[in-house]
């Protein structure tokens, strides 16, 4: 019933997974009762139209040679997955819970347990595996003993006539990175061209994909948005199975499933997926799968703010930022530039146990001094400061495409005498995981003056800005209309931080 | 491709809503490029299995008589939905964009419109309407008049012949509530029996329903366990549409868009929906359009945190409630008691023009003293206090189930000789919109001892801490096991709120 089946159901008959077996326990019990109380479609003819072969084992109580026939024939076909519909009956051998939705969530009760037994003709104690049974199952391990055999007999005699190829996939099997594959990430200096952070993220993916055999990904039909394409690539299609573009279609959380599993299934790949950040709507039960999961997936989230400008509130997020940075596991990035960019990929590519979430700008943003991949790796770092002594007048928090503004309002106000310290937060997860000497060295205690500035939510940041400072922020629906005329009316302007500044110095 | 329009598909199905016509753009473009990169299935015959009727318009930009039939036919089937499928070209006329994504998201641009019209042989002005086309459409301007004549005639004749229930109907499309409605949710004392949440939410709906003849709704899969059935009446299903119980199946997302439908109809109706509140990250899509277009959808949002117990971090909601209150335009209110759940409904109900969240808990509560729906309305307010000249030693918030650990410290600390303020903070959104006199009067500026207890993230909690306050909270994911050993385990106690009070006193 899950929409996100539907959507995963259709990508694999589209990828034409024909090693794909997917049992349907067909048992017409939900937790509300009887599935027909909402559910009456025809299964089989869906899985048909979504490109699947379809087996329906009538007696799956029962006929335990249908479901192994039905097997076999799953496995003859490899052109399309197969849904094994395995009609049976929940609860079966309880007599009187059989067939009810009272099986479902909750444990029969003695009572009932022992009824059953009889039912089934169970004579055994509890927890007591019959012999003929341990030597019917005992038989799998050493089946699998010849299997693993045969498969590092097969690797071994592939490593000989492909020597690089089996280093390459040793390689990605360890979990380990090629030596220096950070080197590759783009370096930038102020002097560099300006750029939206979503083309930075794109040099990023390409640069990496050179060198991590492992990176692959896509987008959920916004590849030309989200700049997600690996350009030496070809699309990943049932035809093109070695290519690293994978095509979603408007299928986010789908999407992130999929993700999920490509980083759970241990062999070293890397996966990213990408939609506008505020469709994270359509696919947080999957992120946050990734963060419960530990799986390490790359959500390249671009329009990251109202800075999208014409597409309007319903494409623009405002608490997303604070909704992730509240979610445990979850490294959430708002890098300002191409440095930043490069560091934020670093961060989520050496964090294969915590999903990364990189929020970027559709709008053209400058390179700015001071920011750098070790200051991302903090999560929070000093980009400009004119104090000494660790006391400047005032702090200027900013992120992302909000950071050039906070440097502009400390100019400003450094103009006027004042010693104002520019900190970029583009990681809040990883700030907090540093030492209480460097957070102090980076946000003073002794320092009240501070003010932050970021196109999203103020919520949250009362953290950082203590008993008196103030958040430059958004706090209702965005509207429709260029950036530069939204940054105005929605108050995200140098002139406003400098004001802020000034009732809290 | 989404999800989303699958499971609401599949449930106009069920339902058999013959008058639903839907019309499918088959225009084979998508903004990726062909349809045919991620997107091969079998539409008719999925439509099929969902139990519609389909129809293919195969000429869509041309044949105009086709698509008369099309409808035609389609309002004669009164058993179910019609999908009428209409293969275009997209950007039709266009001699070099037509069939091509540069025509989903960006203007053609002037030289193209110039030989789109010498293409279609326009040789109008734009914005020009030509007479012969506004004399084909103003034609409906007579027959809207006629169709609306008719019906006010309906609607005479039907008052007369049945004047209670015509009055009912005024009623419900007036947007007024009957007098007095407010007066049936349920009352309690400290006295009366302790209980879930849950199930005082159950008592408030079907309180409600009795007087609110258009409060109807529904859970998705999860009747029992929400506690969501209106117990006087039936299911709504095919033959029985004027039952009020929806049964939505496992499909939240598709439930949140529905009921942004029927809160959006206009016709008085207020929709509820329910599932666990942790599967709101599946239906985040359909609450945050519930937000931005003002539907006062009622979100019954039950297991509201690990007091969930044996369902595990899968199941337990540790980030949700920040990200409801960082969400604009959503009333997140997380009642303690029988008092604050009919609170809870009073500002649900009343609040047509936003949501309402109602983190509701699993396990049993008792009835607190100094809980009251007055003080619900206001957001946060003072349940007890032994201090005068509003100067507590301290101030303790709370909210839901941790308010009664909050008034549990409170009474450890008093026997210390201290004087203690337990706050119920139960929608932050409310409380905020409050004057600053009442602010003040809840939450003193001079009071800088404070301490928040919350079965959830600490996130956001800074706000109303000040800058020595402590959260006690979750920050990670939580764990199987019953819910008391859980609180123990995680420190959300009585002996931690004292510990960490005396922290800062």
């Given at each position: 019933m899950e929409g996100v089946s539907n959507e995963a159901c259709s990508l694999a008959g589209h990828w034409g997974l024909g090693k794909l077996i997917v049992f349907y326990?067909?048992?017409?019990?939900s937790i509300d009762g009887d599935t027909a109380i909402a559910f009456t479609e025809n299964v089989d003819q869906r899985f048909e139209a979504l490109g699947w072969h379809v087996i329906w084992v009538k007696e799956g109580n029962t006929d335990y040679d249908a479901i192994r026939e039905a097997i076999a024939k799953a496995k003859e076909e490899t052109e399309r997955p197969t849904l094994i519909k395995v009609t049976t009956t929940i609860?079966?051998?309880?007599?009187?819970?059989?067939?009810?939705?009272?099986v479902h969530g909750s444990a029969l009760g003695a009572k009932e347990v022992d009824a059953t037994r009889k039912n089934l003709n169970w004579s055994h104690e509890p927890f007591c595996v019959p012999e003929d049974v341990k030597g019917h199952w005992s038989r799998h391990v050493k089946l699998g003993a010849q299997h693993e055999a045969k498969w590092q007999a097969d690797l071994a005699a592939y490593e000989k006539k492909y020597p690089q190829e089996a280093a390459e996939f040793k390689s990605l099997i360890s979990g380990e990175f090629p030596?220096?594959?950070?080197?590759?990430l783009p370096k930038y200096t102020p002097e560099s061209a300006g750029d939206a952070t979503r083309n930075l993220s794109q040099a990023c993916l390409n640069a990496l994909a050179k060198v991590l055999p492992g990176l692959l990904g896509g987008s959920a039909d916004l590849a030309s948005s989200n700049?997600?394409?690996?350009?030496m690539f070809g699309d990943f299609q049932k035809d093109t199975?070695?290519?690293?573009?994978?095509?979603?279609?408007?299928?986010e959380h789908g999407m992130g499933a999929i993700c999920n599993g490509i980083a759970l299934h241990g062999s070293g790949l890397i996966p990213y997926c990408a939609t506008f950040?505020?469709?994270?709507d359509y696919m947080r039960g999957a992120m946050r799968i990734s963060a419960l999961s530990e799986a390490g997936v790359i959500y390249v989230m671009?329009?990251?703010?109202?800075?999208?400008?014409?597409?309007?509130p319903t494409h623009q997020p405002i608490e997303h930022l604070a909704s992730f940075r509240a979610m445990p596991n979850m490294l959430m990035l708002r890098p300002a530039d191409g440095n930043e960019t490069a560091g934020a990929y670093k961060v989520a590519v050496e964090n294969r146990k915590r999903p990364s979430t990189l929020a970027l700008s559709r709008q053209k943003l400058p390179q700015l001094a001071g920011t750098s991949i070790e200051g991302v790796e903090k999560g929070g770092y000093i980009?400009?400061?004119?104090?000494?002594?660790?006391?400047?007048d005032l702090i200027i928090f900013g992120t992302g495409s909000e950071l050039e503004i906070a440097c502009k309002a400390a100019d400003v106000i450094k103009k006027e005498g004042k010693t104002v310290r520019v900190v970029s937060l583009v990681c809040w997860e990883l700030f907090e995981e540093q030492s209480a000497e460097y957070k102090e060295s980076v946000?003073?205690?002794?320092?009240?003056a501070r003010v932050s500035v970021e196109a999203?939510?103020?919520?949250?940041?009362n953290k950082y800005l203590g008993y008196k400072g103030k958040a430059v922020g958004i706090d209702h629906f965005g509207a429709s209309a260029p950036a530069g005329i939204l940054y105005k009316e929605f108050g995200i302007t140098v002139e406003n931080v400098v004001a802020k500044a000034k009732e809290v110095m």
């Open positions: 326990d067909d048992n017409h019990i609860g079966y051998g309880s007599p009187n819970k059989a067939n009810t939705y009272s030596a220096g594959w950070a080197e590759a700049m997600t394409l690996l350009k199975p070695t290519e690293r573009n994978l095509r979603f279609g408007v299928r950040f505020v469709f994270t671009t329009h990251d703010s109202i800075g999208l400008g014409e597409d309007g980009i400009s400061d004119n104090s000494t002594g660790n006391k400047p946000i003073p205690a002794g320092v009240s999203g939510s103020t919520f949250g940041w």
